[in-house]
């Protein structure tokens, strides 16, 4: 199933919790970094990342500023196929988001 390579994929990164709301399942470590807003009924996953700056990729939906320099990138997961190595960077980046590195000295 798409969300448990979505999953694999994360975990790549590093351990992270998975949070449950009404509306999105998040993944954080000290805050949120990504999370899948809403399961389509053709399976697609329609997701975000947290990033630090605005990326330009066809990909992205829709990309809004929260904030002086925080990016929040949607964008929807249609295949596994789409789990590739420019989606692994931006995790990367948006799971050290998620860790705060930016914060520490």
Not at 82 to 99: F, I, K, N, P, T
Request: proline share 4%.
């Amino acid at each position: 199933m798409l969300y448990e390579a979505l999953v694999r994929m994360v975990r790549e990164q590093g351990p992270f919790e998975q949070v449950p709301t009404k509306t999105r399942i998040a993944f954080m470590v000290r805050v949120r970094f990504t999370a899948v807003n809403r399961v389509r009924p053709d399976g697609s996953l329609v997701c975000h990342v947290w990033l630090k700056r605005r990326v330009e990729s066809p990909r992205f939906t829709k990309i809004e500023l929260l904030g002086r320099t925080d990016w929040v990138h949607h964008f929807v997961l249609r295949s596994e196929a789409d789990l590739d190595d420019e989606l692994r960077s931006w995790m990367r980046e948006a799971y050290d988001v998620g860790r705060q590195t930016h914060l520490q000295g």
